[in-house]
């Protein structure tokens, strides 16, 4: 049944390019929480639209626009959110994302070298955040050192990852098709 | 960054304060103007907060204190996500992702209705059971076996069948019901009734001296001891053909005609009161999906033992729990066009935060219909925490669109929702098996959610679910298959999401799915 193919299909390109539109979404300044409802809108968006999804295209910019029009539509709704970035702040960060899209969306593929390549240490503090859910401050409690010491550590080490990445990324930057 | 360098200790400060959720309203208000003036500010923000992104998405790299038990090859990827449980004072503060290790054991196979590919042609599917007491020697069936060509005895109790094109005939005992052909049945003595809808017209049920021919619509029959055939037509018309004298008419609504031994006919009021009971089994609902696969009865998830010392009652009316033990729910009108959202959780005794189970918005697609009846979704959920702890059982939501919405719908009390023990752990992996059940124990680590969608197309006659992440984890990346599926396609998606939280394990199992036109007013 041509349905199914084409819903297998869609799973396929939704769960391959899923942690783009993600971050798509997470970087136009939503909280997880947030984000991972506004995820679910545009997978829902994406879905009834699918028809529109021109196969050979890039589905990753596809998806990742519907995924910034639906934040910005989020925003709209949301009422005064004081961890929510304004509208107007949200628009303009999503029209650069769009300008920037391949170099963001490549961010994804290069990541995993540059996380090879962390010390010990950094490591160490990623997974006590992400893997353990630590706040910072029960990480500096762990590693005895202040809250805001941990903060300016993972603001360093992020800033390093990135300048990995960048650099990664340099001779093939670009979003793949999903 | 970019080739504009770093950004300023400023920039840093605000942007890492943002992600950290310890922003003040004033930094935020830098933040921001920050962001509209300076476009090396946006792209490092866009980096930063896409890095962090992408590692809440990827982590855990590596999986420590996990149970080795990987499940096996079709595993689902599961979202190991965190969860700001309820709406606790720190949920301004959105903690970081708390990525989760979890054992999972997720089984989806199975098939729904693979019209043409069966190899014993089953006809029918035991869609619900009453008290029923079989004939001696008479094998015992279950809800969700298929019925083959056969016959069906009852001593008594009341059956419900649902046939593949859409029939469904509630026999009730003592009778004797025999299963010829998909358009064919015969009514040896007892009492049935049949609701036939759109498309199934010509469904033809023989008793020993008539044969009626349904044209569409809801009747009554029954073979009395001493031979007779009475025919009562509730709704639409009915060809009635006399053996005897070889005459045929047509019975219309509202009207009963009698059938002596010798093949007279024989107009009467019509009788509603003998046929209550069969016709209220009947519409319980029009559409019956397969729960997830023949097998024997024995395996047939919802049955008791196992642990579990109740069985599902596959039976419910709208927005309301009919029997304590079972966590049936039915979501009363869904229209055509709407988003809908539906919730269920089980909340704990002494704490709001021990187990949920969630079913979250519909995957989109409702409007997909092109029809615009209304029409009710049931779902059967099967959720355990400590037994002790469940006390009682909420469903959630709106039939918006809106996300943020969480205000309890209906609210249960129940003492003893789900029980089960241990042994409900064994629940075994058939690859081979058409069965399904989707069984799933997490121990939860600090909180996970899962999703399993589930799309029906009651047009098609067909019900599909996805278990799939809610959002990316390491595991996607892995399995590239990210979402298995059973049976065929559909527009309705339906998700559901089981949260948990630390140091409980939450089992769940979710055994039957049912969708159901809504019955007309008339009913």
């Given amino acids: 049944m041509p349905q199914i193919d084409n819903h297998d299909r869609f799973m396929r390109l939704l769960v391959a390019n899923q942690p783009k539109i993600y971050a798509a979404i997470r970087s136009l300044g939503l909280n997880q929480h947030d984000a991972e409802d506004v995820l679910q809108d545009t997978a829902s968006v994406l879905w009834r639209r699918f028809d529109e999804f021109q196969e050979g295209t890039h589905f990753d910019r596809w998806a990742c626009k519907v995924a910034r029009l639906q934040t910005l539509s989020f925003r709209q709704k949301a009422q005064r959110n004081a961890c929510l970035l304004d509208h107007e702040t949200i628009e303009v960060l999503a029209s650069d994302a769009e300008l920037l899209h391949d170099q963001l969306a490549g961010m994804h593929t290069t990541l995993d070298e540059c996380l090879d390549r962390l010390e010990e240490d950094d490591r160490r503090m990623l997974d006590e955040r992400f893997l353990s859910g630590r706040t910072n401050k029960e990480i500096g409690g762990l590693l005895c050192k202040s809250e805001s010491t941990i903060s300016r550590a993972l603001t360093r080490l992020y800033n390093s990852l990135l300048a990995c990445i960048e650099h990664q990324s340099e001779p093939t930057a670009g979003g793949g098709v999903g | 960054m970019n080739s504009n360098g770093q950004p300023n200790h400023d920039t840093f400060e605000l942007v890492s304060a943002y992600r950290d959720g310890t922003i003040s309203p004033v930094q935020q208000e830098h933040l921001q103007r920050l962001l509209l003036s300076d476009a090396s500010a946006r792209e490092y923000f866009l980096r930063f907060m896409t890095l962090e992104a992408l590692l809440e998405a990827r ?162 029959l029954t073979v009395s001891n001493d031979g007779e055939t009475e025919l009562s037509v509730f709704d639409g018309k009915v060809q009635l053909t006399s053996s005897a004298e070889n005459d045929s008419q047509i019975v219309l609504a509202g009207l009963a005609v009698r059938v002596d031994k010798a093949g007279r006919m024989r107009h009467e009021p019509i009788h509603l009161a003998p046929y209550r009971d069969a016709r209220d089994s009947l519409f319980r609902q ?86 615009n009846e209304p029409f009710t979704v049931e779902l059967l959920l099967r959720l355990d925490c400590e037994p002790q702890d469940v006390k009682s059982i909420r469903l959630i939501g709106a039939e918006d669109n809106s996300t943020a919405s969480n205000l309890p719908l209906w609210e249960f009390e129940a003492a003893q929702i789900w029980q089960a023990g241990s042994e409900h752990l064994a629940w075994q992996f058939r690859p081979s098996s058409s069965k399904h059940t989707e069984p799933l124990t997490l121990r939860v680590l600090q909180g996970v959610s899962i999703r399993c969608f589930i799309e029906i197309d009651p047009l098609m006659n067909q019900c599909r679910a996805t278990i799939s992440n809610r959002r990316v984890s390491i595991s996607m990346k892995q399995a590239n298959e990210s979402s298995q599926s059973f049976a065929s396609d559909g527009p309705v998606r339906l998700a559901f999401e089981v949260i948990g939280q630390e140091g409980k394990d939450v089992r769940f199992s979710m055994d039957a799915i049912r969708i159901q036109n809504r019955p007309t007013a008339t009913q």
């Fill in chain 2, 59 to 220: 982590f855990p790299v590596s999986q420590p204190n996990l149970p080795v038990s990987q499940p096996n090859r079709e595993e689902a990827p599961i979202t190991l996500l965190p969860e700001t449980v309820g709406r606790s004072s720190r949920s301004k503060r959105w903690k970081p992702v708390m990525a989760v290790a979890a054992t999972l054991l997720f089984v989806v196979s199975g098939v729904v209705w693979q019209t043409g590919h069966e190899k014993v042609p089953s006809i029918a599917l035991v869609a619900d059971l009453t008290d029923v007491s079989w004939a001696p020697g008479h094998q015992s069936l279950n809800v969700g076996d298929k019925v083959p060509p056969s016959r069906i005895r009852l001593r008594h109790g009341i059956v419900r069948l649902s046939y593949q094109h859409g029939v469904a005939v509630t026999i009730q005992g003592p009778a004797d019901y025999e299963i010829r052909t998909l358009d064919n049945a015969v009514l040896h003595h007892g009492r049935m009734a049949a609701y036939v809808p759109d498309g199934a017209e010509g469904f033809s049920v023989s008793t020993p001296n008539a044969n009626v021919v349904d044209l569409g619509t809801e009747f009554g």
């Fill in chain 2, 286 to 371: 029009r559409m019956v999906w397969e729960p997830f696969g023949p097998g024997s009865g024995q395996e047939f998830p919802g049955r008791k033992g196992r642990g579990w010392q109740d069985a599902w009652a596959i039976q419910t009316r709208a927005g309301s729990i009919i029997e304590n033990e079972t966590g049936v729910f039915s979501e009363p009108t869904l229209f055509p066009g709407t988003e809908f959202f539906l919730g269920i959780a089980a909340a704990a005794d002494n704490s709001t935060e021990s187990c949920q189970v969630r079913v979250a918005r519909s995957f989109g697609s409702v409007d997909r219909f092109s029809t």
